[in-house]
T-cell receptor, first 117, second 115 residues
Framework: NAGVMQNPRHLVRRRGQEARLRCSPMKGHSHVYWYRQLPEEGLKFMVYLQKENIIDESGMPKERFSAEFPKEGPSILRIQQVVRGDSAAYFC???????????????FGQGTRLTVV | DQQVKQNSPSLSVQEGRISILNCDYT??????FLWYKKYPAEGPTFLISISSIKDKNEDGRFTVFLNKSAKHLSLHIVPSQPGDSAVYFC??????????????FGKGTKLSVKP
């Protein structure tokens, strides 16, 4: 059973370009969470999704950021018109259905390190 | 305003001794606390958790203590091993009022266990 898969592992974008980060949850998991870690900081919650639904996006910046988790395929975190301040590690986690809280059943991916130049 | 604080950015311990990592929180609505371990260039790995109805949870070498009145929790690792060297994050969440899935993390404590 493969773990949470994130790709790419490293992504370099020029200012103004778009960044697309992908997350494939563990098999059987229908809850996906995105977190961002800035240098020297802890992880900060961005968004919590279930299949085709955004449950909590209270941590998402109001502009340029969007997330989806379609019925088929991976969850996508999309950042439009990237700026240098978007440079960070973006982590995805998943948990099984029936568990609305991130707990022992949640697993993190290895992260995508976004660098904006 | 940081709701979860890990005031020690780093901790160095001799192999075989006890490591104590501390965490303070400010939000009294938090009712579930977790510790994650993170190696460089990897995602966080769940270590141990505790519900607010308990004051202690033990799993092998790892024990988490919760003092609700002080809004303080600690992770004890005994005996410490060189492979425990990593960054440890404290996290908290609340099942109350629709914040499910939203983990609040501290900034982490880098533990170094010296042989």
């Amino acid at each position: 059973n493969a773990g949470v898969m994130q790709n790419p592992r490293h992504l370099v974008r020029r200012r103004g370009q778009e960044a697309r980060l992908r997350c494939s949850p563990m098999k059987g998991h229908s809850h996906v969470y995105w977190y961002r870690q800035l240098p020297e900081e802890g992880l900060k919650f961005m968004v919590y999704l279930q299949k085709e639904n955004i449950i909590d996006e209270s941590g998402m910046p109001k502009e340029r950021f969007s997330a989806e988790f379609p019925k088929e395929g991976p969850s996508i975190l999309r950042i439009q018109q990237v700026v240098r301040g978007d440079s960070a590690a973006y982590f995805c986690a998943s948990s099984p259905p029936g568990q609305g809280v991130l707990n022992t059943e949640a697993f993190f991916g290895q992260g995508t390190r976004l660098t904006v130049v | 305003d940081q709701q979860v604080k890990q005031n020690s950015p780093s901790l160095s311990v001799q192999e075989g001794r006890i490591s104590i990592l501390n965490c303070d929180y400010t939000n009294s609505m938090f009712d579930y606390f977790l510790w994650y371990k993170k190696y460089p260039a990897e995602g966080p790995t769940f270590l141990i958790s505790i519900s607010s109805i308990k004051d202690k949870n033990e799993d092998g070498r790892f024990t988490v203590f919760l003092n609700k009145s002080a809004k303080h929790l600690s992770l004890h690792i005994v005996p410490s091993q060189p492979g425990d060297s990593a960054v440890y994050f404290c996290a908290a969440t609340s099942n109350y009022g629709g914040s499910q899935g939203n983990l609040i993390f501290g900034k982490g404590t880098k533990l170094s266990v010296k042989p």
